[in-house]
């Protein structure tokens, strides 16, 4: 049967994540730096190894899945952790665990964000795709923290689409969620930010669809992609954003 791994699942979606799973009847063991089966620190190289081996070992049967929620938010002014924590802390523990994720053909679901195709330094990106964290995080110091947040998500994105083939080839299917707007007590900071919060409020306003997301949207269509009704699914990102993507990017797919 094996077990379900949710990074950042104390809180916001990957907490709903994990209840959702679980109340499919799936083992689960959520990771975050507090209140989590598993207590680790992604933002380091260090506290990612820390993570891989609790991970290993507390997984005896085997992990059905691996989803990367762990996540910090463009309102965080420390740039270096948003670069450590959104695209290290996915890519490093999905490659840390491949050896065991294809023993038991599991599936990754990294989770993204509509904001990932939003303008941002390509040097920045390509320093994370070449897995030069010290690179990445120097230049995330001269960039926009919103910047640094898209571009974290981008890189991810990519660094899915281009390992999809490799990770396919071992039984692994990778694919990626990218949220738009949604409630979490994440957001809610960036709600009530001085800085961002009136343009937070009329980026609400314009969701098509007439609301901002919920945890549970993203926990039902994470349900799905790593169910075996996703089976032939592999290097997809789906939005999950209320057409928000689609509004502001119609020509492109």
């Avoid at 979606?13 to 679980?22: K, S």
Wanted: aromatic share 6%; net charge negative.
């Amino acid at each position: 049967m094996g077990t379900y791994i949710v990074t950042g699942g104390a809180s916001g979606i990957g907490l709903a994540i994990g209840q959702q799973l679980r109340g499919e009847g799936q083992q689960v063991l959520t990771l975050d730096i507090r209140e989590a089966d598993i207590i680790a620190d992604l933002s380091t190289a260090s506290g990612r190894a820390v993570a891989a081996s609790e991970i290993r070992s507390r997984c005896a049967d085997g992990i059905a899945g691996l989803v990367t929620c762990a996540g910090l938010g463009a309102h965080i002014q420390d740039r270096k952790a948003i670069t450590a924590v959104n695209y290290f802390g996915s890519v490093d523990l999905s490659e840390a665990l491949r050896d065991t994720l294809a023993q038991h053909r599991a599936t990754v679901l990294l989770i993204s964000s509509n904001s990932a195709p939003m303008p941002t330094d390509p040097a920045y990106v390509e320093a994370l795709l070449s897995g030069d964290e010290d690179s990445a995080s120097a230049l995330a110091e001269d960039m926009e923290s919103h910047q640094v947040y898209c571009g974290s998500k981008q890189a991810v994105t990519l660094w899915m689409r281009r390992n999809t083939p490799s990770y396919a080839a071992q039984g692994i299917r990778l694919n990626a969620i990218g949220p738009g707007y949604t409630r979490t007590p994440l957001s809610a900071a960036v709600e009530n930010d001085s800085q961002y919060g009136e343009a937070i409020k009329h980026f609400i306003e314009s969701i098509p669809i007439g609301r901002p997301g919920l945890p549970q949207d993203i926990a039902e269509a994470a349900s799905f992609l790593l169910s075996e009704k996703a089976a032939f699914i592999c290097g997809a990102m789906l939005f999950v954003d209320g057409g928000h993507d689609a509004m502001l990017r119609p020509d492109k797919f």
